[in-house]
């Protein structure tokens, strides 16, 4: 029975290793999830559907190896954005109510246990989008009212009361749909064409104080933003065509001084933007694409100096999230390449592990302490196969940090993490290049 278990784990991981896509657990929703959230170590997704993984879910879901419902959700209308903030998942979108409570409107909070309102007994519009800055949380969209307060299409929650972002965006039909935080600033895109009383062309910053453009802004609707803090970038895609005389072609990177184009042809990016593994990888609704002789089925990567395709979709990705080491992307699809996979597709070295511990236990035991940990982790292992093998460090976003290879005659290694930023890390056992063993690691402060 050992050496069948043994195989099994031995081919599974092997297959991990190859970055091909997998199908979520008992994925057999009964309509796309079209927005993902992290909360509390686990995946979130929401969308249309009323049934995620053999579990009736009303429209929002949590995941960590296993669906499950989060609450009684809502039926009137879903959650478009979704964000932790003080300990809290909360969610923004077109829905009238949340789990029964009362006064949550386009917006409300998720406890871990039940969903609360977030000091939301009048509001207008939808919410888009979500964006913690400066400790406090900002919602966008096309609202006008948040809470009570007027506000236009932005406001600001402190975990007590919302408030204006100064007099916030117009426009012929002012809406935000995105937001990033970059270079210590609030980067605020969608359709307006001005901010705060500064001329701006559907992209704009807020410093906590005051707006300022963004150079000569954009040509057309902003749909995504991501910083890429590897490459000190900020990304933007969407419906544009240029900033001012420069041509961007539906993406474009800002260094905090000037847009440049990226690549030397149009790719589909308005949907969806996500960094991982220090890559950039974009979604859009347009579809297929020929970029320099390759065809771009819906999900292209971006290596820092061209684009990709990554994989062949059938139909359109709606939102792309990294989380546990993976990639995860959802949308209207039900293949990728030669693969049924229905609406969410996970790629990375942990998609068949996720919320599943002790996996090989007979075969390799291991520890990390102290954890959390703010200056060193002393690893120790025991019936480790030494040849081949190493401990791999990566952060959340599944971008590699450290690689240690392990040591003939040892049984212990130490690991400096005093010039890691604080947050969540996994550190993988790996042999012959395969994850054998994962954990997470918490780096404070």
Do not use: H
């Not at 069948?4 to 979520?24: E, K």
């Not at 406090?136 to 007590?160: H, Q, S």
């Not at 963004?214 to 609707?221: D, P």
């Amino acid at each position: 029975m050992k050496t069948t278990i043994s195989a099994f784990f031995l081919v599974l991981f092997q297959t991990l290793s190859s970055q091909q896509w997998f199908s979520v657990n008992n994925n057999n929703t009964d309509t796309y999830p079209s927005c993902l959230g992290v909360f509390s170590g686990k995946l979130t997704a929401a969308g249309y559907f009323s049934q995620i993984g053999g579990v009736n879910a009303s429209r929002v879901a949590c995941y960590n190896g296993n669906w499950a419902a989060m609450g009684t959700g809502t039926t009137s209308g879903i959650p478009l954005a979704m964000t932790e903030y003080n300990g809290e998942l909360y969610a923004g979108g077109n829905f009238i109510d949340m789990g029964g409570a009362p006064s949550t409107i386009i917006i409300a909070r998720w406890d871990g246990s039940q969903w609360k309102t977030a000091g939301n007994a009048q509001a207008s519009g939808w919410v888009y989008s979500l964006c913690v800055y400066n400790g406090e949380l900002y919602a966008g969209g096309d609202f006008t009212v948040m809470g009570g307060v007027p506000c236009n299409r932005i406001a600001k929650w402190n975990g007590t009361n919302w408030s204006a972002v100064g007099s916030g965006v117009t426009g012929s039909i002012p809406t935000v749909y995105a937001m990033s935080v970059y270079n210590g600033k609030l980067y605020v895109g969608g359709m307006f064409n001005n901010a705060g009383g500064v001329t701006a062309y559907n992209i704009a910053r807020w410093d906590g104080m005051q707006w300022d453009s963004v150079a000569a802004g954009l040509t057309g609707a902003v749909g995504a933003m991501v910083a890429d803090t590897i490459r000190n970038f900020l990304y933007a895609g969407g419906g544009f065509g240029a900033s001012g005389v420069t041509p961007l072609l539906g993406v474009g990177a800002w260094n905090d001084t000037i847009w440049s184009a990226m690549g030397t042809d149009s790719v589909p990016a308005g949907e969806s933007l996500e960094m991982y593994n220090g890559d950039l990888y974009a979604s859009g609704v347009a579809g297929w694409t020929i970029y320099n002789g390759d065809t771009i089925k819906f999900l292209a990567k971006w290596d820092g100096n061209d684009w990709s395709s990554v994989s062949d979709f059938n139909a359109t990705i709606l939102d792309i999230k990294a989380f546990s080491g993976n990639l995860y992307v959802v949308g209207g699809f039900t293949q990728v390449d030669t693969s049924t996979i229905k609406y969410i597709a996970c790629m990375g070295p942990n998609c068949l592990t996720v919320g599943i511990n002790n996996l090989n236990e007979d075969t390799i035991s291991w520890n990390i302490f102290p954890n959390p940990s703010a200056e060193e982790i002393t690893i120790t292992y025991s019936a480790i196969k030494i040849q081949d093998s190493k401990a791999r460090l990566m952060n959340n976003l599944g971008q590699t940090m450290k690689v240690i290879k392990l040591e003939e005659g040892s049984e212990e290694m130490n690991i400096k993490v005093s010039d890691l930023s604080p947050g969540i890390y996994f550190v993988c056992m790996e042999q012959e290049d395969v994850i054998t063993k994962s954990k997470k690691l918490i780096i404070v402060r």
